[in-house]
């Protein structure tokens, strides 16, 4: 049975693929298949961002070889980079709890 990081990782891969081969290259996401995936998959941190030019701002900063897409290579540093914002929030709260206990 896969642990629970071989299955965060299986489904980051899952999850890539299935907003990337809607259109074009299957191996690759566009504009408007970045901006379905963040709607539907990182609503709750993107919810504060009314910005209709968020999509086009996270696109340029994730394309780092210019192709005008987003690779499964770029699209997990948006990732990363999002997951160690949530890890510092983590940290705060839990430390925040720590100190509401003593
Ligand atoms: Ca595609
Ligand atoms: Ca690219």
Do not use: W
């Amino acid at each position: 049975m896969p642990s629970d990081l071989e299955r965060a990782m299986e489904m980051l891969i899952t999850v890539f693929h299935r907003y990337a081969s809607k259109e074009g290259g299957s191996a690759s996401l566009n504009r408007r298949e970045l901006k379905m995936l963040m709607e539907a998959e990182l609503g709750t941190f993107l919810k504060s961002q009314k910005d209709p030019a968020t999509v086009d701002r996270i696109m340029r900063d994730l394309d780092s070889n210019g192709d005008g897409e987003v690779n499964f290579e770029e699209f997990v540093s948006l990732v990363v980079g999002l997951s160690i914002a949530c890890e510092q929030i983590y940290r705060l709260h839990m430390q925040s709890k720590g100190v509401k206990k003593q």
